[in-house]
């Protein structure tokens, strides 16, 4: 079974501070993707990944920065927090094209007060 | 621009009955075709695909329509159990490309 876990399942955190949630899969997959799920809007893609020290810009990548040095691992960094980027994270992984499913980890609820 | 739309936000149904979800979308090169259950404070789960060279897939209880034609595709759940109560997404990838893009969701409730 593919997993893919991220670091934290609950985040608060401070308006300013620098936030890192952390993605791991361990099915050798080429692609990891960070996305943020708000009520009424879907999930919204903020960066994914094909290969390591490779990144895209998603839909919504003001704010945000990606790293991945390995493979397995995808990092989301919120360089300034800000209330308005309190939301659920989701980390997934796929097969390299576009005929794979994505499999998901369980989400990091992230509050920034 | 929102290229993968679900008009539905929520969707109840009696158990034993059908569930239908719609989904549409706006871009012709899409190929690939997915549903996606998520229950409150999970990542979602993969639930079935189709690609574009077929109008229909089952898989149990599931069953995936696409009408490319009219850039339309829907999932059927059949019968409907309390357990089917989730956010149900469709997610949809073109074969030369890595991004996929998501639905706003519909949440369905099977009534007991």
């Known amino acids: 079974d593919v997993k893919v876990t991220q670091s934290s399942r609950y985040l608060v955190k401070r308006t300013g501070e620098k936030v890192f949630l952390e993605c791991v899969q361990d099915?050798?997959?080429?692609?990891m993707f960070w996305y943020r799920q708000d009520p009424g809007l879907g999930l919204r893609l903020i960066y994914f990944?094909?290969?390591?020290?490779?990144?895209e810009k998603g839909d919504i990548p003001e704010g945000y920065s990606v790293s991945r040095e390995k493979k397995e691992r995808f990092s989301l960094i919120l360089e300034s927090a800000s209330t308005n980027q309190t939301s659920m994270y989701l980390c997934?992984?796929?097969?390299?094209?576009?005929?794979?499913?994505?499999?998901f980890g369980p989400g990091t609820r992230l509050t920034v007060t | 621009d929102q290229q993968v739309k679900q008009n539905s936000p929520s969707l109840s149904v009696q158990e034993g009955r059908i569930s239908i979800l719609n989904c549409d979308y706006t871009?012709?090169?899409?190929?690939?075709f997915l549903w996606y259950k998520k229950y409150p404070a999970e990542g979602p789960t993969f639930l079935i695909s189709?690609?574009?060279?077929?109008d229909k897939n089952e898989d149990g209880r599931f069953t995936v329509f696409l009408n490319k034609s009219a850039k339309h595709l829907s999932l059927h759940i059949v019968p409907s159990q309390p357990g089917d109560s989730a956010v149900y997404f469709c997610?949809?990838?073109?074969?030369?490309?890595?991004?996929?893009?998501f639905g706003t969701g519909t949440s369905l409730t099977v009534i007991p």
């Open positions: 099915m050798d997959h080429e692609n």
């Open positions: 871009n012709s090169m899409f190929d690939y």
């Open positions: 990944s094909y290969d390591v020290k490779m990144k």
């Open positions: 189709i690609s574009s060279i077929k």
């Open positions: 997934a992984s796929s097969g390299a094209g576009g005929a794979y499913e994505q499999y």
């Open positions: 997610a949809a990838n073109g074969n030369t490309g890595n991004q996929f893009y």
